[in-house]
């Protein structure tokens, strides 16, 4: 049995612009926000490994 990674909430203050521009891209992805937003962090984190 897989079990899915474990979610934690948080809050965010954004930029009212960035915001919609998110919105817009969850919707054409069809995602929602709260998973657009981790999908975009996601491909960040990944491509900026820590050093």
């Not at 474990?6 to 919609?20: A, G, H, Q, R």
Request: charged share 35%.
């Amino acid at each position: 049995m897989e079990l899915k990674p474990l979610k934690v909430k948080v809050s965010v203050t954004l930029d009212e612009n960035i915001v919609e521009n998110i919105k817009k891209l969850a919707e054409e992805d069809d995602r929602n926000f709260s998973q657009y937003v981790n999908l975009i962090l996601k491909e960040w984190i990944k491509s900026h490994p820590a050093k």
